[in-house]
């Protein structure tokens, strides 16, 4: 629904949004995709922002981006849970990616699937950047832990299975220090099990086995800091 190829973009003039910068706080390449966790708002500049929620034509982004046509907002006020749009955005790309309003955790699976359809529509509109976001609606209530892991796991994944990906380089980004820290320890978790590889098939499957079961009241190892491994497991499992 509304993902128009980037040949079908016309440049425009920048809207009077003000731009702001964003530090990076943490960066880690997989493949030949850097990974990076940034601390700044959703007004950044240089950036192709991922605008999820529940509620996406609600969010701050889009009600002041005049670059956003009335037909387009419309449209991106009809999505469906799981619907992702593509609209430009000061010569740069919004997606827009419609989620679950959280409520229970088998609310993860369409989660996981509609981070998954951002990258694939990013990557098929030759995109060698996207940033995704956190809560950009008062409604968005998925726990800062699940979603880390639903997000990093889903870009580890895309990068695996997509060596050749035009993507480059995926962000998250944040202006609170709690998400930040979160998302960075998922990260670092995520990306020091691979290191071990029995362990990290072993999660990866109980993660995705845990996605595509019909019984998800609850989580079999969502337990730690992040949600995957804390690092004192890690060194057991290098030790033994």
């Known amino acids: 629904m509304g993902n128009d ?29 850097m990974c990076s966790i940034l601390q ?21 982004i889009v009600k002041q981006d005049q670059n956003i046509k009335k037909r387009q907002r419309d449209e991106i006020r009809a999505m469906h849970v799981g619907d992702v749009m593509l ?20 609310d993860l699976q369409k ?5 998954e359809k951002c990258l694939e529509i990013a990557d098929e509109n030759i995109l060698s950047e996207i940033t995704f976001t956190e809560q ?21 994944n895309y990068i695996s299975l997509n ?3 035009n993507l480059k380089q995926i962000n998250f980004l944040s202006n609170d220090y709690t998400t930040i820290n979160i998302f960075k320890l998922e990260l670092d978790n995520i990306l020091e099990e691979m290191k071990l590889p029995n362990l990290a098939e072993k999660n990866r499957k109980i993660f995705f086995e845990f996605l595509n079961s019909t019984n998800c009241e ?14 004192a497991h890690l ?6």
């Open 87 to 106: 609209t430009e955005r000061q010569n740069l790309f919004l997606l827009h990616a419609k989620l679950p309003m959280y409520s229970e955790i088998k």
């Open 136 to 156: 950009n609606a008062l409604n968005f209530a998925i726990p800062k832990q699940y979603n880390a892991e639903c997000l990093i796991r889903c870009i580890i």
């Open 111 to 115: 989660v996981y699937s509609t981070y």
């Open 40 to 60: 700044g708002d959703i007004f950044v500049s240089g950036l192709n922002i991922v605008n999820c929620s529940y509620e996406p034509a609600d969010s701050l």
């Open 163 to 165: 060596p050749q990906t």
């Open 235 to 240: 060194t057991e499992k290098s030790a033994e």
């Open 218 to 231: 609850e989580a079999p190892y969502f337990l730690s800091t992040g949600l995957t491994t804390s690092f």
């Open 5 to 33: 190829a980037l040949s079908s973009c016309t440049k425009k003039q920048k809207s009077s949004l003000v731009q702001r910068e964003s530090n990076i706080t943490i960066s880690r390449q997989f493949n030949s995709t």
